[in-house]
């Protein structure tokens, strides 16, 4: 496997470009691990017994971003 370089790219540039990347893969084809399948059973397990308990992922996310900037 050949080694492509980046030098001549802005740090920026190379994040725009590891974004670009990241959007391009297909995320329903990407395999889960044994521990993180078993991980996801157990949390959807412990959302059908409390159904109402938790928060809202962006709710989460703004109280992160408020406190973290």
């Given at each position: 496997?050949?080694?492509?370089d980046?030098?001549h790219?802005s ?5 725009i ?11 329903d084809?990407?395999?889960l691990?044994e521990a ?7 949390r959807l397990a412990?959302?059908?017994k ?13 109280d992160?971003r408020?406190?973290?900037?």
């Amino acid at each position: 496997m050949s080694t492509l370089d980046f030098s001549h790219l802005s740090t920026q540039e190379r994040l725009i470009l590891i974004e670009e990347l990241w959007d391009s893969i297909d995320r329903d084809r990407l395999p889960l691990t044994e521990a993180q399948a078993i991980e996801v059973d157990r949390r959807l397990a412990q959302l059908d017994k409390r159904p109402g308990e938790g928060r809202d992922a962006f709710e989460a996310l703004a109280d992160l971003r408020k406190r973290f900037g």
